[in-house]
C-alpha cells in the first residue's frame, strides 16, 4: 500500500519569502510522486511530477521538488513566495502499475504582503 | 479550464434522497476518476473507469455507484444520503493510466445534505 503524509495543515509566509511545504511518502515499489495545486473554487492542477527521471524537478509557477530516497521525502519548494501562490497544496504517489493516486490531506498556503 | 465538465456545480437535497453527478471528461481521455473531499478526510479516491469498464476501486460506498457511458462520461449516483456525504466530488480524467500522466480535475459538485 502507498500512503502520503504532509506535514503542516497550514502554512503561512510573507510575500518574497521561501516557501516549503513537506510531504513524505511510504511505498513498497519505486514510487512517482506529484504535486497538485488547488486555488479557491477550483479543481486541482498538476504543479510537477517525478517519474524516476531526474530527483530535482521543476515545475509551473517557479516551484520545484527534490526526491530523496533516503528520506521517503518530496519536499515542494519556491525561492520566492508571491501573493498569486496562495492555494492549498497536495502531494500525491503512484507508481508505475495501475493502481490510482493517493493524495495527501493537503496544505493550505497563505501568503502574507 | 481544464476541459473536465462537472455538473452540478451545487446540489442541496435532504437526508435519504438520491442524487446523480455528471462528468464529461477532456476530449481524447478513456480514464475518468471520481473522488470525494471532505475536511475531515481529505481527498479520497472512490472509483475508476476506462473506457467505459470499471478499473479500479477505493473507499466507495455500497450506497454509492458509478458508470462509464459509450460516449466516455461519466455519472456517479449517490443513494440513501446521510449528512456525512456532504462533500465536494471531484472527477478527473487522463488519457491512460494515471501515474505518468496527468490528471485533469473539474471544478468539483458540491453536494449537501440537510
Known amino acids: 500500500a502507498q500512503s502520503v503524509t504532509q506535514l503542516g495543515s497550514h502554512v503561512s509566509v510573507s510575500e518574497g519569502a521561501l516557501v516549503l511545504l513537506r510531504c513524505n511518502y511510504s511505498?513498497?515499489?519505486?514510487?512517482?510522486l506529484f504535486w497538485y495545486v488547488q486555488y479557491p473554487n477550483q479543481g486541482l492542477q498538476l504543479l510537477l511530477k517525478y517519474t524516476s527521471a531526474a530527483t530535482l524537478v521543476k515545475g509551473i509557477n517557479g516551484f520545484e521538488a527534490e526526491f530523496k530516497k533516503s528520506e521517503t521525502s518530496f519536499h515542494l519548494t519556491k525561492p520566492s513566495a508571491h501573493m498569486s501562490d496562495a492555494a492549498e497544496y497536495f502531494c500525491a504517489v503512484g507508481n508505475s502499475g495501475n493502481t490510482p493516486l493517493v493524495f495527501g490531506k493537503g496544505t493550505r498556503l497563505s501568503v502574507i504582503a | 479550464d481544464s476541459g473536465v465538465t462537472q455538473t452540478p456545480k451545487h446540489l442541496i437535497t435532504a437526508t435519504g434522497q438520491r442524487v446523480t453527478l455528471r462528468c464529461s471528461p477532456r476530449s481524447g481521455d478513456l480514464s475518468v476518476y471520481w473522488y470525494q473531499q471532505s475536511l475531515d478526510q481529505g481527498l479520497q479516491f472512490l472509483i475508476q473507469?476506462?473506457?467505459?469498464?470499471?478499473?479500479a476501486k477505493g473507499n466507495i460506498l455500497e450506497r454509492f455507484s458509478a458508470q462509464q457511458f459509450p460516449d466516455l462520461h461519466s455519472e456517479l449516483n449517490l443513494s440513501s444520503l446521510e449528512l456525512g456525504d456532504s462533500a465536494l466530488y471531484f472527477c478527473?480524467?487522463?488519457?491512460?493510466?494515471?501515474?505518468?500522466?496527468?490528471?485533469?480535475f473539474g471544478e468539483g459538485s458540491r453536494l449537501t445534505v440537510l
Open positions: 473507469y476506462y473506457n467505459g469498464e470499471e478499473r
Open positions: 511505498s513498497s515499489v519505486p514510487p512517482y
Open positions: 478527473a480524467s487522463s488519457v491512460g493510466t494515471v501515474n505518468t500522466g496527468e490528471l485533469f
